[in-house]
């Protein structure tokens, strides 16, 4: 039996990719960028690639960030991918600072200039628990430790409270928020779509929350 799914469409990269993946793990995925699809939806995602401030300005110009508001207040799940996960934060200080959603409170920030290593973080990379959590109930309950997971990344959320960070990662000694959750409202800055068989097993495990 397929699950409802609604992707919220803003303008802001190929979909492509998340569409195939939720509908390989059984999603009956739904498409929209109108407001009133996404207040009502059972469960929602918010993929994106490119600039924060083009993310935000993506949303606010469909008048969806009311709609994703109410849709929070429901305490329903959702997905934020990439840059769907950091338009969750208060903040984001990629060119300028710009304000977010507000749903997780942190900032996004630049991922440190290393000798040796590339900025944007492109590639596979294994993700961890942070230290003393656990990946238990979460959509990565099924995902051993050090599994290796795809990133494409300049800049890297950065949650005021530690118990919101579900998986670390690192990067030339930088401590990347991975993926974080808070209830309902999960984040991936890795995106699962392209993770294979890892990811195709945390897209499962969301859509039976």
């Not at 409270?161 to 808070?182: H, M, P, W």
Request: charged letters at 20%; proline letters at 6%; hydrophobic letters at 40%.
């Amino acid at each position: 039996m397929s699950v409802r799914v609604t992707m919220i469409d803003y303008g802001a990269g190929n979909l492509h990719s998340v569409i195939k993946a939720l509908r390989e793990c059984g999603g009956d995925v739904t498409v929209t960028c109108q407001p009133v699809e996404v207040r009502s939806a059972e469960r929602l995602v918010l993929p994106g690639v490119g600039a924060f401030a083009d993310g935000i300005c993506g949303l606010q110009k469909r008048g969806l960030i009311e709609a994703i508001d109410q849709f929070f207040a429901c305490q329903r799940p959702f997905l934020g991918i990439c840059l769907g996960m950091q338009m969750l934060f208060n903040q984001s200080l990629e060119f300028g600072a710009h304000r977010g959603l507000g749903i997780v409170p942190g900032r996004v920030v630049e991922i440190p200039r290393t000798p040796g290593f590339k900025v944007p973080h492109i590639g596979w990379s294994r993700i961890f628990p942070r230290p003393g959590g656990s990946w238990g109930g979460s959509i990565l309950s099924a995902t051993p430790e050090g599994t290796r997971v795809y990133f494409v990344h300049s800049f890297s959320a950065v949650p005021d409270d530690e118990k919101d960070r579900l998986a670390d990662t690192d990067y030339a000694g930088f401590r990347v928020s991975a993926a974080i959750q808070r209830g309902n409202i999960i984040g991936c800055q890795f995106h699962p779509e392209k993770s294979g068989p890892s990811g195709l097993a945390m897209i499962r495990r969301f859509l039976e929350m």
